[in-house]
């Protein structure tokens, strides 16, 4: 806002002085003189009156000196309702000049106060020499201070169109918003604060599965891992150096060889793709891999062999996801499906030892016929660590069925499996 007229104004009665009358000071020596002339009774009783009156005196010309220079350096706001400032005037002076010419009735609330306050340009500008600034016909149309401020303390009337509005708002802000996940016809209206899960359809997901523990398998004798215990049959008629198994099952065989089967825990990852159908209902795919191995150690203490045995397989897992509580940080929900998976390469290596030392080694090809089939059901817990980014956790039970069995693994020894699932999850 444009202060040049306040700013001079201001200069000019910046070290501005009241004049003190030259015989004051003689006045008041008189009078002490008629006073201390006084009998000492009457001088006694006098005394404090006397002071009295000259600091009352002293108070009201500090009151009147005060309130005049208030008065000068007061009308700081009072020209910006001027006509020739009202381009620079604040929006609210102007709106409230607007609403003073609305209501013509509240000017002669107020009618002594305005008449000293229009005034005092006047006289600053006689007094000081400023060029008169305010013309003299627009000086009665000058607000008040307590005009304007009873004038912003009353309420700006509405229409009735904005009244409609207004209570509607109002309504509005009555209305309860459920929790995400109550029941009840309202319970599909969400909070602000929620974001609505329906905008991200997709989510794409890393993962990583820990199955059950190792299975261990003992008994004594010899044996192979996919055909079983051998007999004694098997060895009748074998001579020695037939081959390195013929020699390490004819030097065990009067005495007390055992076999130990180890089937390790599965190792499975992959990435899946889900695709929300609604609030509640997901389907979820992608591709999995599968790690199955298997140790075999058969033999006596010096004469014995090592068996080795590892099958990769890819798999396409199908499931149905359902999500039955979820806020904005937390999601929380159950699922059921099934795995496809398909062996699509498998490798044995066989290590013989006599003496304790190797002596040979055998590597063979294997495959599991057809598919492997499981079946999966269980839970999971989300925490959105951002809008679109999530860790989770997903513990069930898997039901393996596997047609071809002439290969053995964890599925063939062990087919009801717990295992959990951990991840993150990527959603937009």
Known sequence: ?????????????????????????????????????????????????????????????????????????????????????????????????????????????????????????????????????????????????????????????????????????????????????????????????????????WALAMAATQGIPQSQLNYGGQGDINKGKFHTATINGSTWGESHLTDILLYNKNGTPETDINHHQPITGGVKFQYRLNDVWSLESGLTYTLLRSELRSGGNSYFYKTDQRLHLLGIPIKVNYTFWQNRHWQTYAQAGMLFEKDIAGKETTDYYKEKQKVSSDRNDIRIQGLQYTALCGAGIQFNCTRHLGIYAEPGLAWHIVPDKSIQTIYTDKPLNFNIELGMRLSW
């Open 1 to 201: 806002m444009d202060d040049k007229w306040s700013d001079q104004l201001r200069q000019k009665l910046q070290h501005h002085e009241e004049t003190v009358p030259d015989d004051l000071w003689n006045r008041i020596e008189c009078r002490l003189e008629e006073v201390s002339k006084q009998p000492a009774a009457e001088k006694k009783t006098k005394h404090r009156p006397l002071y009295a009156a000259l600091w009352s005196g002293a108070a009201a010309a500090c009151a009147l000196l005060a309130l005049w220079l208030g008065g000068e350096y007061g009308p700081k706001e009072i020209p910006a309702g001027a006509p020739h400032l009202t381009a620079e005037m604040p929006k609210t002076i102007a709106r409230n000049a607007d609403s003073k010419a609305e209501t013509p009735e509240q000017e002669t609330e107020a009618p002594e106060q305005e008449a000293p306050i229009a005034a005092a340009p006047d006289r600053i500008h006689h007094e000081q020499g400023l060029p008169e600034t305010v013309p003299a016909t627009t000086k009665e149309e000058l607000p008040t201070a307590e005009t304007a401020v009873k004038e912003e303390e009353q309420p700006a009337t509405e229409s009735p169109a904005q009244e409609e509005e207004t209570a509607t708002v109002r309504e509005l802000d009555r209305i309860h918003y459920p929790k995400s996940g109550s029941s009840g016809k309202s319970g599909s209206i969400q909070p602000d604060h929620q974001p609505a899960r329906t905008a991200q359809r």
